[in-house]
């Protein structure tokens, strides 16, 4: 059965620096997702892209986050300066149709 | 603004005993309806859904939801729990509407079985 891959599946790093969060969503799936969950809160939307293009997007997603699909495969969201707020799990998600989402299994990352 | 509430954040149930885990909504509008289930080091994975028709709607593993539009709840059911039921629980919803699909989450309800 296909299914949404994600990697690294735990990311440590400073903070003020770089992440890129890497998924694979499933092959025929148009729409994509981010989400977060921060230790003991809700999963949280961060950003939908549909066409090549963010679809919609949340008050955390402001402009130290972006995304991008660089290729026919991948779908990675960078965080350009990371602070110690963003340590949370991250989770990709795609849908055929902006219906049913499966998701993958998480990057964890831990802002020290 | 879209929410979604789950009534119960953690629930502690003996095997066989029945399970039902609460959820409402707030939206003005037509919604789709998911629960969603994590096991232990997994990832997020559909346990039903609903779009239309039938309120009651029937998912993997025994688990059924019913959608009562007139309370804005789709309370997740199941007669008989086992062990293996164990695993954190999310309620969620789109708006019909929607074009982008985004999900609003419940905060979840973790569901211990002990056996």
């Known amino acids: 059965e296909p299914e949404v891959t994600q990697t690294p599946s735990h990311q440590v790093t400073q903070m003020g620096q770089e992440v890129i969060l890497r998924c694979v969503p499933i092959?025929?799936?148009?729409?994509f997702y981010w989400y977060r969950q921060i230790l003991g809160q809700k999963v949280e939307f961060l950003v939908s892209?549909?066409?090549?293009?963010?679809?919609?997007k949340s008050e955390i997603f402001d402009d130290q986050f972006s995304v991008e699909r660089p290729d026919g495969s991948n779908f990675t969201l960078k965080i350009r300066s990371t602070k110690l707020e963003d340590s949370a799990m991250y989770f990709c998600?795609?849908?055929?149709?902006?219906?049913?989402?499966?998701f993958g299994p998480g990057t964890r990352l831990t802002v020290l | 603004a879209q929410s979604v509430s789950q009534h119960n954040h953690h629930v502690i149930l003996s095997e066989a005993a029945s399970l039902e885990l609460g959820c409402n909504y707030s939206?003005?509008?037509?919604?789709?309806l998911f629960w969603y289930v994590q096991y232990p080091g997994q990832h997020l994975q559909l346990l039903l859904k609903?779009?239309?028709?039938?309120?009651l709607v029937k998912g993997i593993k025994g688990f059924e939801a019913e959608f009562i539009k007139s309370k804005f709840s789709f309370n997740l059911r199941k007669p008989s729990v086992q062990w293996s039921d164990t695993a954190e629980y999310f309620c969620a919803v789109n708006a019909r509407s929607s074009n982008t699909g985004k999900l609003i989450f419940g905060q979840g309800t973790t569901l211990q079985v002990k056996p």
């Open positions: 092959s025929n799936h148009l729409y």
């Open positions: 998600a795609s849908s055929e149709l902006s219906n049913e989402q499966f």
């Open positions: 609903y779009f239309s028709g039938d309120p």
């Open positions: 892209f549909y066409n090549n293009e963010i679809s919609e």
């Open positions: 939206y003005g509008g037509t919604v789709n």
